[in-house]
Each structure stands twice: as C-alpha cells, then as structure tokens.
C-alpha cells in the first residue's frame, strides 16, 4: 500500500465515523469502535511518515523499506 492509499483509506474512514455518530449519536459503541479503527490508521500513518523521512544508515534502509511496507499493508 502506497502512501497516497492510506490516505484515502483514513478519509474514507474519517467519512464512515461522521456518517455513523450523525445516524446513530456520539454515545453509541459503533462509534466507539470506528473510532478506534481511525486512530490505528492514524498511528501508523504518523509511524511511517516520522519512521520515513528519518535519515537512515544504509544498510538499515531495506529493512526500513520493508517494515514501511508491513505497515502500510493493512
């Protein structure tokens, strides 16, 4: 996954939380829960940008590259 596709995945589901707290109420546990999933796409969102642009030693990069890779696969 590319960083342009978490991204989109963070805004579709920043849409999916403010369409389910104005159905069903900021107090319902769906919520909570969607919640919860934007925060996890955040985090690892922030974790790559902050891991990414970071200099590196050479021979850590490929590991960098493919850890960046792991993240971004969910």
Request: with cysteine.
């Amino acid at each position: 996954m590319k960083l342009q596709e978490l991204e989109d995945c963070i805004e579709e589901k920043r849409q999916e939380l403010n369409d389910l707290a104005n159905e069903v109420g900021l107090k319902d546990r769906r919520v909570l829960m969607k919640s919860m999933e934007l925060d996890w796409l955040l985090n690892k969102y922030g974790t790559w940008k902050c891991s990414y642009f970071k200099p590196s030693i050479s021979k850590s990069s490929q590991i960098q590259e493919e850890q960046h890779e792991l993240v971004l696969s969910y």
